[in-house]
């Protein structure tokens, strides 16, 4: 049981990519999901959880009105919109689940599976 991001590439500083979360062997809408990501000597952070069935979503202060999650249940599949894309964004993006409500902290989520690279440089 595992959520695969994909959607990652190389982008200028403005830019904007979305990353998509699909996962096998369970239906998106019943857990939470959140995206992380991790830089390179850091910590996995989490930048936006959202609450099951996307009711309430939480963002890291200093992704907040440029990242935007969304979930589309027809396709069992969680998006992470982003735009105005940073050099500190440079991070590979992950995807978790979890039962607990109104949680992003790592060691509450699961069902990690390989992230996508997101790299913004210019």
């Known amino acids: 049981v595992q959520l695969q991001a994909s959607g990652g590439g190389s982008v200028q500083p403005g830019g904007s990519l979305t990353l998509s979360c699909s996962p096998s062997g369970f239906t998106v809408d019943d857990y939470a999901i959140g995206w992380f990501r991790q830089a390179p000597g850091k910590s996995r952070e989490g930048i936006a959880c959202m609450s099951k069935r996307g009711a309430d979503t939480y963002y890291l202060s200093s992704v907040k009105g440029r990242f935007s999650a969304s979930r589309d249940s027809g396709k069992n599949t969680v998006y992470l919109q982003m735009n105005s894309l940073k050099p500190e964004d440079t991070a590979v993006y992950y995807c978790?689940?979890?039962?607990?409500?109104?949680?992003?902290?790592?060691?509450?989520?699961?069902?990690w599976g390989q992230g996508t690279q997101v790299t913004v440089s210019s």
């Open positions: 978790g689940s979890t039962t607990f409500y109104g949680s992003c902290h790592v060691r509450d989520f699961g069902s």
